[in-house]
């Protein structure tokens, strides 16, 4: 535990744990991101840019190992450290995909997706509830009907059923 930030908040190598925090007089587990490190200025501006490297630098300043961030998105310690030396860049969007998802930040703050998660934060609500990751539900192929077809409709329209 680090001493105490200015609003009297024990700062830990995680965040700011505060008395409305889950980890209220507990120390969080090692690989804990306290999610309001994504809230921080300088940390939404590295993700709307899709600057990883320094994501993932300020993620260490927070105590947050490489071998962390490795475990999270599914990459290796040596590619994290690249990442942050500037000689590799994140330009998949399947990578982004795994970052987002393995450290728990919004797609839509990495510019991935606007999606129910996304709507409610930065609007405070969401118009449709969110599904989750691989879900089929309300999912269907662009110009679909929403309602299904009744069988001879096609025939009215001078095209084939068979």
Known sequence: MLPAGRSG?????????????LWSGLRPPRDYVDPKAWSRPD??????????AAAYRLLQRYGISQRTIA????????????????RRQVVSY?????????????????????????????????????QPPGSLSGARPAGAPTQPVPPGALASLGESTH
Do not use: N
């Open 94 to 130: 399947d990578l982004l995909l795994r970052i987002a998802d393995g450290l728990r930040v919004p797609r839509g703050w990495l510019g991935l997706a606007y999606d129910a998660d996304t709507e409610q934060l930065v609007c405070g609500f969401a118009t449709a509830p969110a």
């Open 9 to 21: 908040h024990a700062v830990t190598a995680a965040g700011v744990v505060g008395p409305d925090s």
């Open 71 to 86: 475990a999270k998105t599914g990459q290796s310690q040596s590619e994290v450290s690249e990442i942050i030396a500037g």
């Open 43 to 52: 940390m939404r501006q590295a993700l709307a840019r899709r600057d990883i």
